[in-house]
């Protein structure tokens, strides 16, 4: 075995070996053929006697520096039906190299005892070399590059599938080029469709650019494409979904690379070719503070997450690693979720899975917490964990608040005792005017922990948000089922609207916020334009590439707690900008601490009697509603001018 193994390694070095030969000799004589044909042109095909001794005495001395030199910049290394930029480079640069070195020898030949004969061609010859032997060997490669790619055998072609690249930009030219170079893609690009007139008649890669993008059904249909590549990472998610419906109404199917932000190399390829998602369809600009603070934050802490199995936490738990803390330990009460989060974790960045502790707890164990807290002494705590789903607390208010509100206040005490710098708390919009024990439960967690900041050197800051895409329990993933099951697609409401944020935009945006966070300061973060619920569901069933008239939407009634649109600010709140365009400081009015404290035992107690727990949040926060309503709030009371530009449906 070890013989044959020898024998092929043998054999490999040896063709190696004669590849290069056989490129050292071609070069030679491109080198001397130019050499020649540069005198020849020089004095118009009729070489005085005087310089033809010159030729012939440095034909030796050009050739073979020539030769050095493209030793050293590679010119018999590479494989020339791969040429590309790279590789004129490196032609360009050793050819000139060589060239220099040829006027510099014409100069101080002399000087070193070389004959001038040797080194003392006419400086013209030198520049007319330099031309001919760059076009000779660019042009040599590009012909084999050109010839490859023309006569390579054609794997039944009438089984290609013809698309259409959406944007006629630098990411649709690397799509097309390496969907020509792969041939066993099965794909044939038969144009580019783009909105700038300007690209319009113009060829790329010999492929016709066309537009604009709303006729993109007359085009596909000349075209005959069968499918569409949206090559446009820049666009935004309005953008975008208007694309989409254009797309799917001339009954074509398509497929997407992803936004810029999430780009790795900063390259395209045909591999990153994916379904649209529901998050392509949030895509905003993404806008980092300068100086990059929330590294300088997060490197060499000690960290803690709560909730970390969750969609938010474990996501938190991810980009907080990146930054390089001392350690990350990791809560969460859910055995396969922190089983699926360490997996997460072990998967992106191996190199830290030392640096991390998964820990199976319930926050509500207030001495399993403490003893965790005064073990691993967190630096900076981030409070994710809590009850989500706004029917389950409706049926369960004294879980939610006993989870949602009492843990928060007692963690935070916690971690305040035993030296915690920062306390980060994830909040939700739903806490603006709430309607909702989940939203209550929210609401008063805040001015709890407000309280605790009075009292302490901790800094806590508090970071409101909307819905997560895709996070457990939240309506994306429902609808997905729904449409997998053939519908219908149930929507609480016509005219529901809610805030949808990307996971990875709104965790950067939080850990931006707590570089922000001073002491007891509530941030809000800007969610973008609230969203339709049977938008999303109508864009949800396109991405399917269903129509509504294959699954249809029905509509349920709003359930118990639920608002018709989310506010972004509570009544008597002020509004303060930061140096985050999309982050603002909230401030709201907040009672005094024996007031707190009175109402926070009284909340101690209504979690112990059944039916208590509503009209003790109502004490403290006027604008929950103390009795649990008879049905669902169709339209619920808020003020207007509270609420976001168009939420308010007409009569």
Same mark, same amino acid.
């Given at each position: 075995?070890?013989?044959?193994?020898?024998?092929?390694?043998?054999?490999?070095?040896?063709?190696?070996?004669?590849?290069?030969?056989?490129?050292?000799?071609? $070069?030679?004589?491109?080198?001397?053929?130019?050499?020649?044909?540069?005198?020849?042109?020089?004095?118009? &095909?009729?070489?005085?006697?005087? &310089?033809?001794?010159?030729?012939?005495?440095?034909?030796?001395?050009?050739?073979?520096?020539?030769?050095?030199?493209?030793?050293?910049?590679?010119?018999?290394?590479?494989?020339?039906?791969?040429?590309?930029?790279?590789?004129?480079?490196?032609?360009?640069?050793?050819?000139?190299?060589?060239?220099?070195?040829?006027?510099?020898?014409?100069?101080?030949?002399?000087?070193?005892?070389?004959?001038?004969?040797?080194?003392?061609? =006419?400086?013209?010859?030198?520049?007319?070399?330099?031309?001919?032997?760059?076009?000779?060997?660019?042009?040599?490669?590009?012909?084999?590059?050109?010839?490859?790619?023309? &006569?390579?055998?054609?794997?039944?072609?009438?089984?290609?599938?013809?698309?259409?690249?959406?944007?006629?930009?630098?990411?649709?030219?690397?799509?097309?080029?390496?969907?020509?170079?792969?041939?066993?893609?099965?794909?044939?690009?038969?144009?580019?469709?783009?909105?700038?007139?300007?690209?319009?008649?113009?060829?790329?890669?010999?492929?016709?650019?066309?537009?604009?993008?709303?006729?993109?059904?007359?085009?596909?249909?000349?075209?005959?494409?069968?499918?569409?590549?949206?090559?446009?990472?820049?666009?935004?998610?309005?953008?975008?979904?208007?694309?989409?419906?254009?797309?799917?109404?001339?009954?074509?199917?398509?497929?997407?690379?992803?936004?810029?932000?999430?780009?790795?190399?900063?390259?395209?390829?045909?591999?990153?070719?994916?379904?649209?998602?529901?998050?392509?369809?949030?895509?905003?600009?993404?806008?980092?503070?300068?100086?990059?603070?929330?590294?300088?934050?997060?490197?060499?802490?000690?960290?803690?997450?709560?909730?970390?199995?969750?969609?938010?936490?474990?996501?938190?738990?991810?980009?907080?690693?990146?930054?390089? =803390?001392?350690?990350?330990?990791?809560?969460?009460?859910?055995?396969?979720?922190?089983?699926?989060?360490?997996?997460?974790?072990?998967?992106?960045? *191996?190199?830290?899975?030392?640096?991390?502790?998964?820990?199976?707890?319930?926050?509500?164990?207030?001495?399993?917490?403490?003893?965790?807290?005064?073990?691993?002494?967190?630096?900076?705590?981030?409070?994710?964990?809590?009850?989500? $789903?706004?029917?389950?607390?409706?049926?369960? *208010?004294?879980?939610?608040?006993?989870?949602?509100?009492?843990?928060?206040?007692?963690?935070?005490?916690?971690?305040?005792?035993?030296?915690?710098?920062?306390?980060?708390?994830?909040?939700?919009?739903?806490?603006?005017?709430?309607?909702?024990?989940?939203?209550?439960?929210?609401?008063?967690?805040?001015?709890?922990?407000?309280?605790?900041?009075?009292?302490?050197?901790?800094?806590?800051?508090?970071?409101?948000?909307?819905?997560?895409?895709?996070?457990?329990?939240?309506?994306?993933?429902?609808?997905?089922?729904?449409?997998?099951?053939?519908?219908?697609?149930?929507?609480?409401?016509?005219?529901?609207?809610?805030?949808?944020?990307?996971?990875?935009?709104?965790?950067?945006?939080?850990?931006?916020?707590?570089?922000?966070?001073?002491?007891?300061?509530?941030?809000?973060?800007?969610?973008?334009?609230?969203?339709?619920?049977?938008?999303?569901?109508?864009?949800?069933?396109?991405?399917?590439?269903?129509?509504?008239?294959?699954?249809?939407?029905?509509?349920?009634?709003?359930?118990?707690?639920?608002?018709? &649109?989310?506010?972004?600010?509570?009544?008597?709140?002020?509004?303060?900008?930061?140096? $985050?365009?999309?982050?603002?400081?909230?401030?709201?009015?907040? =009672?005094?601490?024996?007031?707190?404290?009175?109402?926070?035992?009284?909340?101690?107690?209504?979690?112990?009697?059944?039916?208590?727990?509503?009209?003790?949040?109502?004490?403290?926060?006027?604008?929950?509603?103390?009795?649990?309503?008879?049905?669902?709030?169709?339209?619920?009371?808020?003020? *207007?001018?509270?609420?976001?530009?168009?939420?308010?449906?007409?009569?």
């Amino acid at each position: 075995m070890k013989e044959d193994q020898s024998l092929f390694e043998t054999l490999l070095y040896r063709l190696v070996a004669a590849r290069v030969a056989i490129l050292f000799i071609f $070069h030679a004589v491109v080198f001397a053929a130019a050499y020649a044909f540069s005198y020849l042109l020089r004095f118009e &095909f009729a070489i005085p006697p005087e &310089f033809l001794a010159t030729f012939k005495s440095s034909l030796l001395v050009v050739v073979g520096l020539q030769l050095l030199v493209g030793v050293f910049f590679g010119f018999y290394r590479g494989w020339w039906r791969y040429v590309g930029m790279g590789d004129v480079v490196r032609l360009v640069f050793g050819l000139s190299t060589a060239a220099m070195l040829l006027v510099g020898l014409w100069y101080v030949g002399a000087i070193f005892g070389i004959h001038e004969r040797f080194v003392r061609s =006419p400086r013209g010859v030198i520049m007319i070399d330099w031309a001919f032997s760059l076009l000779a060997l660019f042009g040599t490669r590009v012909l084999i590059r050109l010839g490859r790619d023309r &006569f390579r055998p054609q794997e039944m072609p009438e089984l290609h599938k013809r698309v259409l690249i959406v944007g006629a930009g630098d990411a649709g030219e690397t799509l097309a080029r390496e969907i020509e170079h792969r041939p066993q893609l099965g794909m044939k690009v038969v144009g580019f469709v783009d909105d700038h007139r300007a690209k319009w008649g113009a060829h790329i890669r010999g492929i016709k650019v066309t537009g604009p993008i709303s006729s993109i059904g007359p085009i596909a249909d000349s075209a005959g494409a069968d499918e569409v590549l949206l090559a446009i990472p820049s666009a935004s998610g309005s953008r975008l979904r208007e694309i989409i419906r254009r797309v799917s109404e001339a009954d074509l199917t398509f497929k997407t690379i992803p936004g810029i932000d999430h780009f790795v190399s900063g390259k395209v390829h045909v591999s990153q070719l994916r379904p649209v998602n529901i998050e392509d369809l949030m895509r905003r600009k993404r806008i980092e503070l300068p100086g990059d603070p929330v590294r300088q934050l997060f490197k060499g802490k000690r960290v803690l997450v709560t909730g970390a199995g969750g969609t938010v936490g474990s996501e938190l738990s991810s980009q907080i690693l990146h930054f390089e =803390p001392e350690n990350l330990v990791l809560i969460e009460r859910s055995e396969y979720a922190l089983y699926e989060v360490r997996k997460r974790l072990g998967r992106e960045l *191996p190199w830290a899975s030392s640096r991390i502790s998964c820990n199976l707890l319930d926050v509500c164990d207030r001495a399993v917490m403490e003893g965790l807290v005064e073990r691993e002494k967190p630096q900076i705590v981030v409070h994710a964990a809590a009850h989500k $789903h706004v029917p389950l607390g409706e049926e369960n *208010p004294e879980e939610y608040v006993r989870n949602n509100t009492l843990a928060t206040r007692s963690f935070a005490e916690i971690c305040a005792k035993h030296g915690a710098d920062r306390f980060v708390f994830i909040s939700t919009d739903k806490a603006i005017n709430p309607t909702s024990v989940m939203g209550a439960s929210k609401r008063a967690a805040e001015m709890l922990l407000l309280d605790v900041a009075r009292e302490c050197d901790m800094k806590v800051t508090i970071v409101r948000f909307g819905n997560v895409i895709g996070s457990s329990g939240s309506v994306i993933p429902l609808f997905m089922e729904q449409i997998e099951a053939g519908g219908p697609v149930t929507v609480t409401h016509p005219e529901v609207t809610r805030y949808f944020i990307r996971t990875s935009e709104a965790i950067s945006l939080v850990l931006q916020a707590a570089t922000l966070g001073n002491d007891g300061q509530i941030f809000m973060l800007d969610m973008g334009e609230p969203v339709k619920i049977v938008d999303l569901a109508r864009d949800l069933i396109r991405l399917s590439n269903h129509t509504v008239d294959e699954i249809p939407i029905t509509f349920t009634g709003l359930r118990q707690g639920e608002k018709l &649109f989310e506010e972004i600010r509570m009544s008597g709140e002020s509004v303060h900008a930061t140096m $985050h365009p999309q982050i603002v400081i909230t401030a709201a009015p907040q =009672p005094d601490s024996p007031e707190i404290q009175r109402w926070f035992h009284q909340l101690v107690r209504a979690c112990d009697e059944s039916g208590s727990v509503r009209p003790v949040l109502n004490s403290l926060i006027p604008e929950y509603p103390a009795e649990t309503p008879a049905g669902p709030l169709e339209r619920p009371l808020v003020n *207007p001018t509270l609420a976001p530009a168009g939420a308010i449906p007409t009569a």
